[in-house]
């Protein structure tokens, strides 16, 4: 599970993001952002560095930020799975969110995200992870060892819900 972080290039770290890093994150990460939904990304950073439940983890590189990454330990399941899908999610961590700026992808960022996310779900004595995910299912289960746990259709777009257990 540990990600050996010199794989990374040179100049590239992760850190965990607190409440003083959040503006300059936004700026730097905003950009290719649909400007109606900016405020709903700064709200969000403001929310993860700022609350104990979550954690914002940012991936920079010499002096800007290139990649971020959100989880948090209890997110409501959706409404459409089962009970007992349900009782699986509950005890699991949820990555909520993973970008990395387009001139920065296949460099090993997003996989040293989602183990750094992984470390603090165990950490924090979850059991496993849970994710929703549009377009990245296969990703996941290629590079991720992630699960289809099921399908879900939400205003008419199939989403996939993938699990991990630890
Ligand atoms: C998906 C995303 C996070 C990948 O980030 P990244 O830093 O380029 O990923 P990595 O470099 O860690 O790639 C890990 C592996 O996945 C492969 N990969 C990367 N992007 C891929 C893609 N879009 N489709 C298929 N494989 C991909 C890499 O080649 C690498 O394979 P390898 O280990 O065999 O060499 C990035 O493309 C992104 O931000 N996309 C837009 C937002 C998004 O889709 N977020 C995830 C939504 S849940």
Redesign the pocket.
């Known amino acids: 599970m540990n990600f050996d972080s010199s794989l990374l290039q040179p100049g590239c770290r992760i850190l965990e993001g607190g409440p003083e890093l959040v503006d300059q994150a936004f700026h730097d990460l905003n950009r290719d952002m649909d400007p109606d939904l900016v405020h709903v990304f700064l709200d969000k950073l403001q929310r993860y560095a700022a609350k104990p439940d979550r954690a914002l983890f940012l991936a920079r590189h010499r002096d800007r930020y290139i990649a971020f990454a959100s989880i948090i330990d209890h997110s409501p399941p959706p409404e459409n799975v089962s009970e007992s899908d349900s009782d699986i999610l509950k005890k699991r961590a949820c990555i909520t969110g ?3 700026l387009p001139e920065f ?7 040293a995200l989602i183990h750094t996310m992984e470390n603090w779900a165990m950490k924090n004595n979850r059991d496993g992870i849970w ?1 929703i ?1 549009r ?2 299912a296969d ?1 996941y289960q290629r ?1 991720f060892q992630y699960r289809m746990h099921a399908t879900l259709f939400t205003k008419g777009v199939q989403k996939s819900l993938l699990t991990k257990p630890f």
């Open positions: 993973l970008m990395v992808r296949n460099k090993r960022v997003a996989t994710l995910t377009q990245m990703w590079c």
